[in-house]
């Protein structure tokens, strides 16, 4: 079997000749990623780490240990994280009312649907959003993305996507009751607005006092640095006529830090933020959460509701998507939970999750394994790069005999 180095460094575009234009054609690239950086761990430390191919095709810098990704919405249990810290002081509650801590949540309203003249029908939600909802994904929110009753809301109102950074991007309905069904979305941007209302403090600099900065995370932050953007890898389209490289830019104008998505980090950081969680909340002296909390996060919190597959409603920015379909799944807080083993890879009770742009964390308690890929190519649930992530976690798993 080959090992990872082999598996990741095949899987790379190595363009020979592109047309000036950057993008590379389909007929290369159908089956490859641009580039990427891969690492694992035990408790013992660090066990692998690759990069490979380049961080902008046709021509750009090679991909090393140290390139800075848009992890997107691996951020959710970072913010998570940091509201399991609030839970342990006392200072935010899983199950009172949210409301309670940022009024904008008190009286949230669910969208039934429209009427015949296209105006949307509204009704009080029945139940209050609480913590735990949020960070389950079971209090009622979507993403216009993989919901198109939400996308025409949000079209029809004038409200911009979340990911804008703009605060009236939160001004969105709920899709049903909370409590009564699981749905991806902009649940832990709310979250978010929680830990900022209960510490006095915006959410980056909250996150550097007590999770990265502790952790010697210094590659990780909302704002990107000079040093970082300039070992900043560009997110690639895969279309129709091939993979090309999108301009963004590296410090857009934000009313919020959103706790859904949003942070810049390096496959190394990220390691290093597993590792503490894999070790029980401490790492290398540094406490960030209590060893039961670490525990509790990984617990399934949305009772007999299950996990449900992500259909897309805009093809650009993601397909369709269902992480090992067939297998009924949970949710904790905040990580998909997959209950059973997978044969040759994660053990019962591993938790996982991504960002949008195709970045792939795992966490295995039983086995003690850890292990993040990361790739900047839309859309989501790109299957060149899932195909990769089920190769390496194996190589990883077979590595350790």
């Known amino acids: ?49 690759g990069a490979f191919g380049r961080r902008a095709l046709p021509d ?7 390139t800075v990704f848009r992890i997107a919405s691996m951020t959710k249990a970072i913010t998570a994280t940091a509201a399991m810290q609030l839970v342990e002081q006392g200072r935010l509650d899983l199950d009172a009312p949210a409301g309670e801590v940022v009024p904008a949540l008190a009286a949230p309203l669910v969208l039934e649907g429209f009427d015949a003249a296209g105006l949307p029908i509204l009704r009080p939600a029945r139940s209050p959003i609480t913590l735990r909802r949020l960070l389950t994904h079971t209090a009622g929110f979507g993403y216009d993305i993989w ?18 950074g ?49 952790l010697g995370m210094t590659d990780t932050s909302y704002l990107a640095r000079p040093d970082m953007e300039a070992r900043l890898a560009s997110v690639h389209a895969r279309t129709p006529d091939g993979l090309r490289p999108l301009v963004l830019a590296a410090n857009p104008p934000r009313e919020f830090y959103p706790g859904g998505g949003g942070l810049y980090a390096t496959a190394r950081d990220y390691l290093t933020f597993l590792r503490m969680l894999l070790a029980g909340g401490t790492l290398d002296g540094a406490r960030v959460l209590g060893a039961e909390t670490v525990a509790l996060m990984g617990r399934n919190h949305m009772g007999a509701l299950d996990v449900e597959p992500m259909r897309s409603g805009v093809p650009a920015a993601s397909n ?82």
């Open 1 to 49: 079997m080959n090992g990872p180095d082999e598996i990741l460094h095949a899987a790379v575009m190595r363009p020979t000749g592109a047309a000036a234009t950057g993008v590379v054609p389909a007929s290369d690239a159908a089956n490859a990623v641009p580039g990427v950086v891969a690492a694992a761990a035990d408790r013992t430390g660090t066990i692998y780490e």
């Open 60 to 66: 750009g810098a090679a991909m090393t240990p140290d």
């Open 147 to 164: 919901n198109a009753d939400l996308a025409r809301y949000a079209r029809e109102s004038d409200i911009p996507a979340a990911r804008t």
């Open 166 to 214: 703009k605060l009236a991007g939160l001004a969105m309905p709920l899709s049903f009751d909370p409590g009564t069904r699981w749905q991806y979305g902009i649940n832990i941007d709310w979250a978010g607005r929680m830990i900022e209302a209960a510490s006095g403090i915006d959410l980056e600099t909250y996150f550097q006092r007590h999770i990265l900065g502790p």
């Open 320 to 401: 369709d998507f269902e992480a090992f379909a067939g297998m009924r799944k949970k949710w904790g807080l905040s990580f998909l939970i997959t209950p059973e083993n997978v044969p040759g890879r994660r053990g019962a009770g591993s938790l996982a999750w991504a960002g949008l742009n195709n970045t792939y964390y795992w966490l295995d308690p039983q086995n003690g394994v850890a292990g993040v890929l990361m790739t900047q190519v839309l859309p989501f649930g790109d299957a060149a790069v899932l195909r990769l992530l089920d190769a390496f976690e194996t190589a990883v798993y077979a590595a350790r005999g």
